[in-house]
């Protein structure tokens, strides 16, 4: 595919995305009013180690469940990260016509289900039973280019969780909570500094504090540093209403819980060998250790 079609896709979901994470809108303006641009060095999604059965057969929820996607648009796989302590692992994907046309890299995570305790296992495994779960076929998707259809990928394929369940989940692991409640919608994406071209904002430090004066909520802390070729922040995550079911009365109600935040990164030349530099392309597993803490829900 074109790297025009994949472009389209990031596009749609970054129209849906940048409607519920308000501080979006506010970091645009911010640079654009200062003349530069807004350019996403990744977009990050979530998900589920774990088999599932559907019409097509057994379709694992992880990492897996979205790859065909992304390697049908030509991104490849180039990473792995690996997050013992929360059960998590990862890889980041790269478009070869990354640069030529701005495409994003991606960082895609998933939770090890089977890591967890028996009981978490249990509510994570009874939510997800009657996923309606997409098998992504290229051959139907090449005879329609029916970008509407793709993009249902990126969307939470079974009924809202019970509330109890997803407190429960919840208090062994954040993401397995956020997961059941939003799916594979965006987790976040992120604003390239690099890229920003204006002198008002030159580094991620400037653009931190424009966004703070601004009244954007943002992270304490910079992750990274400049040795090791990149630098990380994040606004706090968005709190929005979420629907789950009632578990007395099996009727849908809604819960505040969070949804994305949207970070800022900036990439530094590094010396891959003698006399060799390069700007750093990968990404730091502490970093993003960091930043999947970004969504836990803060109780009062």
Known sequence: MSSESVGYLWDLLWQEYSARVSYVCTYQQ???????????????????RLTADSPQGEINLGINYLEPVVKFFGYEAVGEYFFPETHLYAR????????????????????????????????????IANANLIKFRPELFLANLNFSDIK??????????????????????????????????????TG???????????????????????????????????????RQTATQAVTEMVTVIDDSNSTEIQIPWTYAYYEIAQRYMIEMEPGK??????????????LFEMTRLSRK
Not at 277 to 282: I, M, N, R, T, V
């Open 30 to 48: 911010m640079i654009t009013t200062a003349g530069g641009t807004v350019v996403n060095d990744h977009i990050a999604f979530r998900s589920l």
């Open 192 to 230: 390239y500094v690099n890229r920003q071209n204006t002198p008002q904002y030159p580094d991620i430090d400037t653009t931190v504090r424009g966004l703070a004066n601004l009244g954007v909520p943002m992270k304490a802390e910079i992750e990274g540093n400049i040795n090791c070729g990149l």
């Open 152 to 189: 249902k990928i990126f969307t939470r394929p079974w009924q809202p969780p019970l509330r109890f369940v997803v407190e429960e989940v919840n208090k062994v692991t954040q993401y397995g909570a956020w997961v059941l409640l939003h799916g594979y919608a965006v987790n976040h994406f």
């Open 277 to 290: 530099q390069e700007l750093f392309d990968a990404f730091l597993g502490n970093n993003a250790q960091q």
């Open 92 to 127: 980041h994907y790269r478009h070869p016509q990354q640069e030529e046309f701005d495409l994003p890299k991606l960082f895609i995570s998933e939770l090890i289900v089977d890591e967890l305790p028996p009981n978490t296992i249990k509510l994570i495994h009874q939510t």
